[in-house]
């Protein structure tokens, strides 16, 4: 079982008015970590606030709690603003949408809980499990550490957060204490199939014909799958950023490729890039050498330029850590 520092527990027990934020483009490990750590704290007397730049895809609205999330600009317009900050499933203030930490934003201590491999994490206090595969395995074991048993709320919010950070308990970080604590999660009031439904069975006719668009561009090289997403395509499908999530996943099916990128186009020249990989090729390798980030098998990074250029600069590093 992980085990939380006890610097940690120890902050937590004796702080209070927190704020919980995950980060950009949230997915399910971050906002269903973030609630349950929410209902976590409120259960011990705490005041809580939770936090994202964007507000929460659509997908994700059947999360308990989902509702209490409030969005960045909100968040700047508070006048007595929380004094701790808890960053979920991320290790800087960056990667919640805060790119300068003004007077209005200093805090009292910042916490960081995340499962990916340590990025140059900025904070106080520090809970990285790099083995984890899901933060909401890690506020698992908190919560039985911290004396809670684990409610119905929480049940939902964590199976979700693990069942999403492991592609429904089939990608390679899965582990026998990943399915011991799935099983808890159950019995205490979890539903797999209607999860897995919200998580992966809910697309719009928009998100498939996205997809359709995007596998027009595919590219095979030598075990590479790559796919790109323009802002055109958003337009013409009625879709957003929100709605890509899960598709560099998808081209992993194909036999013989060990590698699936996706670029997406977020802005002018700014592009979102996001790969996945089979068995023993880290690609987090290849996102750090472009600033990004993530684990072995899944990894991201955002980046300006040109995409021509930046194809190849992906195939070149591709076939260099290959």
């Not at 606030?49 to 308990?64: C, I, M, V």
């Not at 908190?142 to 119905?152: A, D």
């Not at 919200?198 to 996205?210: A, P, V």
């Not at 684990?295 to 190849?312: C, Q, S, W, Y």
Request: a negative charge.
């Amino acid at each position: 079982m992980i085990q939380p520092p006890s610097e940690l527990i120890d902050f937590l027990k004796e702080s209070d008015d927190f704020i919980i934020a995950t980060h950009i483009s949230p997915d399910g490990d971050g906002l269903g970590s973030s609630l349950a750590l929410s209902e976590l704290l409120k259960a011990k007397g705490k005041k809580t606030l939770l936090l994202t730049k964007e507000p929460y895809p659509r997908q994700y609205s059947f999360l308990p709690g989902i509702k209490e999330f409030i969005t960045l600009n909100d968040y700047l317009n508070i006048q007595n603003k929380p004094r701790n900050l808890i960053l979920v499933d991320c290790q800087h203030i960056k990667r919640i949408g805060i790119e300068d930490c003004s007077k209005s934003l200093v805090f009292s201590k910042t916490v960081i809980i995340d499962h990916h491999e340590v990025n140059n994490p900025c904070g106080d206090i520090f809970w990285i499990e790099a083995e984890a595969p899901a933060t909401g395995m890690m506020i698992f074991s908190l919560v039985k550490e911290m004396g809670l048993s684990i409610t119905p709320e929480m049940a939902i919010n964590l199976y979700a957060a693990i069942a999403f950070d492991t592609g429904n308990f089939r990608f390679e970080n899965v582990t026998p204490e990943t399915f011991r604590v799935a099983a808890e999660l159950i019995e205490a009031g979890a539903k797999p199939s209607l999860i897995y439904t919200f998580l992966y069975e809910r697309w719009s006719l928009g998100r498939l014909r996205l997809l359709t668009a995007m596998l027009e561009t595919l590219e095979l090289e030598s075990g590479l799958a790559m796919g790109t997403i323009t802002r055109k395509m958003f337009s013409d499908t009625a879709t957003t950023e929100d709605d890509i999530e899960s598709f560099v996943s998808f081209l992993r099916i194909l036999d013989n490729v060990n590698v699936s990128v996706i670029i997406t186009e977020i802005d002018k020249d700014f592009f979102r890039v996001s790969l996945r990989s089979k068995q023993d090729l880290d690609v987090s390798k290849i996102a750090k050498d472009f600033g990004g980030g993530g684990h072995k098998n899944a990894a991201g990074f955002r980046i300006k330029g040109d995409l021509i250029p930046l194809k190849e600069k992906i195939k070149a590093k591709v076939r260099y850590y290959k």
